[in-house]
């Protein structure tokens, strides 16, 4: 299977060559395998910042441990999340299904009656944090385009997130940073690169039942 | 791109064909990109059940609300992170480490007391989310191997975690269910795969700063 090829060739990259950019072409295709991904209910309760001002990144990387990736990719995707599950964010939902699947809004209106009453039943943490897992979905669909396209990749959680949030103006959007998603090249000079990858055998990693 | 047509053809099935199976290899081939999905630090907080008992997925059904995935998929797994991130866990992959990169356990003491110093920062609910976040790359790895084989999948958060948690007896595991994989192939009488799919454009998905 040409996936595990891909999976076995990527690596969380490290230090990334500053002159190669990626293709406008590679970025909506990594784009388009984001959106593909699958979320509860279908929902889709994030948006992605994608960073090209270079002097915001240069801020971002200074509350994001200073790791070299966040300035030295060829790109940068912020994942955030809905600060909040607000019902207009169902109503948008119901009504791009009944526009895409040629049905009356007004037909999806049990639907979205249910999905409301299980959504405003948890409470505001539970809901982010459930946000952010779907987020985290995603994040794998963009790694895993990036692969099978010869890119490089760098999931990151360890960012100050309330400074993310601040330089980025997430509070005024209604959003919240989930994860980082850097991409581009791999630099010669990365030695993890060489590094075998370290993973649980399968027979600790599955159980039987 | 190959995997964005993967990605096209797969949608959460809802009703499985009940006599056609999984092979073994392809078994193997899904784990095996679930073995291989990124996770925090590279720790892999989480063991993944594959239930084959019948009668005990009869059970997990009546407590997953009734969904006829949990029966009728060819095979279904149940994700679980770790209940607790033990400083002995890190010791395990610290040894794992050691022994796939040819290195001496010494040589990473320094490396395991930052993270232990980091892990340990966190309560008890901040540590299982963090633990579950890495669990939902996994299982999107699980799903984009199923698409790329043409095996049909569903995931499911849908279910009583406590239920499941005591029926699969994951406390004396010191684990905790997360999330769950159905896999198999879809019944023709399975009327969502025909449904359009429903994803936000792009323009309203990614903003570029």
Known sequence: MEL?????????????????????EAIEQIKTAIQ??????????FEVLHIKDIALREQLKAVGYNQ?????ASDLFVFCHYADAHSS?????LAL???????AVE????????????????????KQIWMAKQVYIALSNGLMACASLGIDSSPMEGFDKAAFDKLLKL???GLKSTVILAMGYRSAEDDTQ???????PLEKLFKTV
Do not use: C, F
């Open 194 to 200: 060489h590094q075998a990858k370290v993973r649980k």
């Open 171 to 173: 509070e005024d959007q």
């Open 4 to 24: 595990l090829n891909h999976l076995n060739w990527r690596y969380a990259t490290k230090r990334y060559n500053t002159t190669k950019k990626i293709s406008e």
């Open 107 to 126: 037909d999806l209106a049990e639907y979205g009656t249910m999905m409301k009453g299980a959504i405003d039943a948890l409470s505001m943490e539970e």
């Open 68 to 72: 070299p990736q966040i300035t030295e």
């Open 97 to 103: 299904k009944a526009k895409i699947q040629g049905s």
């Open 89 to 93: 964010k169902i109503d948008d939902y």
């Open 36 to 45: 593909l991904a699958p979320s509860s209910y279908g929902l889709q309760l």
